[in-house]
């Protein structure tokens, strides 16, 4: 569900979010990582709430401006993404893939096996046993991509700290062109 200025009011002291249109969820508590009190109620411009397999999430756009300095060094590097290594620059070094998804194939098996020896076939409202054996298999799946996207997301901002201008290439397989991107301050 996605909110834009309506359907949806925040408590004074912004510990708390009620929901009045046709979501009729009620009212919930926030536990955020960052504090809402801070901003205005015009400066939050969308209000969307996801759900995920462990729980649900409400997450605020909020238009604040941003400023960052940075001190010009003359450091350029260029990438490239590749599939031995999760990048590798120009000047030699590189990040290891940490293959989280391989890692973690024994405990997904087992968990697929679990789902699969639950389901019953033409049966429709499943068991309870089955419904917790499939939130359990894919609360490993989210771990998986939480532990990606954690990884993709700390690695590039190390790289962009570490470095004044980044470059990389994407190339596209149908047209044979290579387009040349970069990315600095």
Not at 20 to 25: N, P, R, S, T, V
Not at 33 to 52: A, G, K
Not at 65 to 82: A, M, P, S, W, Y
Not at 145 to 160: C, E, P
């Amino acid at each position: 569900m996605e909110y834009k200025t309506t359907g949806y009011k925040l408590s004074p002291d912004r510990k708390k979010i009620e929901f009045k249109d046709g979501f009729k969820a009620g009212v919930f508590e926030l536990w955020t990582s960052r504090d809402l009190v801070w901003y205005s109620e015009q400066q939050i411009s969308r209000v969307r709430v996801v759900r995920r397999a462990d729980d649900y999430y409400c997450q605020f756009l909020v238009n604040v401006e941003r400023k960052e300095t940075h001190n010009f060094q003359g450091n350029v590097v260029g990438i490239d993404l590749g599939l031995n290594a999760f990048y590798t620059d120009s000047n030699g070094d590189f990040v290891e893939n940490p293959k989280y998804l391989r890692k973690s194939e024994k405990r997904l098996k087992k968990l697929q096996r679990r789902v699969s020896r639950r389901h019953e076939k033409g049966k429709k409202p499943q068991s309870n046993n089955y419904h917790k054996a499939r939130i359990q298999l894919a609360r490993a799946f989210l771990k998986i991509s939480r532990q990606r996207k954690d990884h993709a997301v700390k690695t590039a901002r190390a790289l962009i700290q570490s470095n004044d201008l980044v470059v990389y290439i994407e190339f596209f397989s149908k047209k044979k062109s290579a387009v040349v991107k970069s990315h600095g301050y």
